[in-house]
């Protein structure tokens, strides 16, 4: 039984300028007392998530919808667990992979063998396990013998199709998806879709955030709609579609992105 | 690392009117030593900066990127002390059991890098213009630290230079026991007494700001 839960969840950005970043000023404004920094030494926040609750049941498939800046990635970020809250607290029960850089992790100098234990390793694997999926992934990428060289050689759309296999190989509970990821030509991503699909239907719980909608109709059960780090709307995916397609007709877009901008402490 | 040794071991030798045979093996370990110190440090600035993309996109243990330096400056650090073996022969020093103690010093200062690593390593991803204070800060340890000159150089009333730098310590845990010495056991006292320090500065600090780190990068 794999679940997840949000409660409440806020998570707020320190923007630093130069100034905030240095060790020298910082001290120096301690000790000299404020005096001669205290006009515009004040930092800036950006809030990406205010209050988010959300629960996704064993079973769900949870579509993320929303403008540029409304909080999508910043919100799988906390599913994955990269992101900790400063206030609100996050359950998460099973194992979670996310899929949002598939190549992360590779070597540029290591074989392709070599990669397929680093990347398995990256995903949770044990090297023993990672070992394991190399006939299975040999067979799938067709890479033959270059999978011998260091993949420098490899061409973007081999090395893509290693990064592909390699990531789709495992099985989590929980799959966390920023856009739909894909490999190579034609031929090959009639492949690489069937084999996507079948880690999706794998999973227990999918949590994907799209700008296409179509692909959020496919793949999802249900859907959320964000606006400026908020869940203004979730239900089924059909209603949310269409509140945010009204919402693209009457609204300009950066609809309250200064809203979300707020003056912090230093 | 052989041509600097000799370039240096040649002048220095000269400068300090002592024999090639008295100077050159002391400094030789010398630098070696002090390349493992000084890189471990300034290598724990980078350890969180540099592996941004790490950070942002899986939830790994934080120490797995302090592991990572340490475990790179060790290799680097058991390449450059192949060197050791050669000063053996050329100069036909038989260090003796002592030798064995050079491993407990490498523990006692690899514990120090890995606090030093997630204490620096994480005061540098929030305040960017500290590696070039530790850069700078490195640079005149390395003058006061005995890496060139030799402890017994320096007037009594002054030798508490070394005992005091914490540095000069650590390299001498290391150091004296491939010269065939036995540390002092003020130099293991304080190398124990810095891990003791270190950690219990450290682990409140990570505590409080772990989950701060990723949104300083």
């Known amino acids: 039984m794999a679940t997840v839960s949000l409660d409440r969840v806020t998570i707020e950005f320190p923007v630093y300028n130069a100034r905030g970043r240095s060790l020298t000023e910082e001290l120096f404004r301690r000790t000299v007392g404020g005096m001669i920094h205290s006009n515009g030494r004040k930092g800036v926040s950006v809030v990406a998530l205010r209050d988010v609750s959300l629960s996704v049941a064993d079973g769900d498939r949870l579509g993320l919808i929303g403008h540029n800046g409304a909080g999508k990635s910043t919100l799988l970020r906390v599913l994955a667990g990269i992101y900790e809250p400063l206030s609100g607290r996050v359950r998460i029960k099973g194992t979670v992979a996310t899929l949002t850089d598939i190549t992360m992790g590779m070597n540029l100098d290591a074989t392709g063998y070599e990669n397929v234990v680093l990347r398995g390793v990256f995903l949770g694997l044990r090297v023993r396990e990672a070992r394991r999926m190399i006939p299975e992934i040999e067979e799938f990428t067709e890479l033959g013998e270059f999978l011998r060289l260091p993949i420098r050689t490899y061409s973007t759309g081999m090395m893509l199709r290693l990064a592909f296999a390699v990531t789709t190989a495992v099985m989590p509970e929980i799959l966390i998806m920023d856009e739909l990821i894909g490999a190579g030509d034609a031929a090959f991503a009639v492949k690489a879709t069937a084999r996507l699909n079948q880690m999706i239907s794998h999973s227990r719980i999918l949590i994907m955030a799209s700008h296409d909608v179509e692909t959020i109709r496919r793949l999802c059960n249900r859907a959320a709609l964000l606006q400026t780090g908020r869940i203004v709307t979730i239900g089924s995916v059909d209603e949310v579609i269409a509140a945010y397609l009204t919402g693209n007709a009457d609204q300009s877009p950066p609809s309250s992105a200064a809203d979300a901008i707020t003056s912090a402490g230093p | ?217």
């Not at chain 2, 090639?20 to 440090?41: C, E, F, H, K």
């Not at chain 2, 058991?78 to 050079?102: D, E, K, Q, R």
């Open chain 2, 1 to 217: 690392m052989l041509v600097t040794i000799v370039a240096l071991g040649g002048v220095y030798s000269y400068l300090f009117r002592i024999s090639l045979r008295n100077y050159l093996p002391s400094l030789t370990l010398g630098i070696v030593v002090w390349a493992l110190l000084a890189s471990m440090i300034t290598d724990a600035c980078t350890v969180f900066t540099g592996a941004e993309h790490f950070l942002q996109q899986v939830p790994l243990p934080k120490s797995i990127f302090v592991h990572r330096m340490l475990v790179r400056n060790l290799i680097t650090f058991a390449h450059n002390v192949t060197i050791v073996p050669l000063l053996y022969l050329v100069f036909g020093i038989v260090p003796g059991w002592p030798s064995v103690l050079a491993l407990v010093g490498l523990a006692i200062a690899t514990l120090n890098g890995f606090w030093i690593g997630l204490l620096v390593g994480m005061l540098c991803a929030r305040f960017r213009d500290l590696p070039q204070i530790v850069a700078s800060i490195m640079q005149i340890a390395f003058f006061v630290t005995p890496v060139m000159w030799r402890p017994d150089q320096l007037p009594h009333e002054l030798s508490w230079l070394v005992d005091l730098n914490p540095l000069a310590n650590l390299l001498s845990l290391i150091r004296d026991p491939l010269l065939g010495q036995v540390p002092t056991r003020f130099a293991y006292l304080t190398g124990i007494a810095l891990i003791l320090a270190g950690f219990s500065v450290t682990i409140p600090f990570f505590v409080r700001f772990r989950t701060r780190l990723v949104f300083w990068l």
